[in-house]
């Protein structure tokens, strides 16, 4: 893991890299398949599920409070990289725009491709989390997820859905596509959850 780009942390971060993790120079790219490609006016979020149905489009989203965050980012595949700077909408801020039905207990993020992840909606409403459309200030560009992705720090990246389409809300815990080929159904990077 390590030479041009990885490296072990300095002492002055180490007590922010979970187990098993190493420091990424760069900001890799992980995608399973293809890029979609989906222009900003073409983008929309479909709220379904226990929920009242619900669209979201580009305009809807730049028209809730805009937030800057600050975040680290842990893939499971052993890559970290420290204090990610985004800006989006919080999903907290996104909530107050949706009627939940009081049975729902977790949800399950869609993305433009067929890629899917599931959270319970302790690990989704959260003040950190947000759907994210800039990246260290420019346009989140398509292999990172954009236009809009969703952003959850506290658990391994692959929950932090690029391209992200539709939130089905639901009234049980479901696996998405990693969680159903094996990683953990929550995959938290401290607790090193990586496969159930
Ligand atoms: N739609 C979609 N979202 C995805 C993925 C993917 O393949 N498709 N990969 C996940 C994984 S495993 C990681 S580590 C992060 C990587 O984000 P990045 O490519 O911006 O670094 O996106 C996650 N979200
Ligand atoms: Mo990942």
Redesign the pocket.
């Known amino acids: 893991m390590m030479g041009k780009y990885f490296k072990s942390p300095d002492p002055d971060v180490k007590d922010r890299v979970p187990p098993g993790q190493y420091l990424a120079t760069g ?7 293809e890029t979609p490609q989906v222009e900003q006016n073409a983008w929309t979020l479909t709220i379904s599920g226990l929920a009242e149905p619900k669209t979201f489009t580009w305009q809807d989203l730049m028209a809730l409070p805009q937030s800057d965050f600050t975040a680290d ?1 842990h ?3 052993r890559w970290s990289k420290l204090d990610v700077k985004w800006t989006g909408v919080k999903i907290t801020d996104l909530m107050g725009a949706i009627n939940l039905e009081p049975k729902a207990t977790h949800v399950m993020q869609h ?3 067929g ?1 899917s ?1 599931n959270l319970s909606l302790d690990d989704f409403v959260r003040d950190e989390n947000c759907l994210a459309h800039t990246l260290f200030g420019e346009p989140l560009d398509a ?3 954009g236009p809009v ?1 969703s952003l959850v720090p506290h658990l ?9 389409s539709e939130l089905e809300f639901m009234p049980a815990d479901q696996p998405g ?2 969680e159903r080929n094996g990683y953990h159904y929550r995959g938290e990077p401290w607790a090193e959850e990586r496969f159930s």
């Open positions: 900001f890799p790219v992980l995608t399973y398949g980012f893939c499971v595949t993305c433009t491709g890629y992840t292999e990172h997820g992705r391994y990246a692959w929950k932090s859905a690029k391209w992200i596509f990693w």
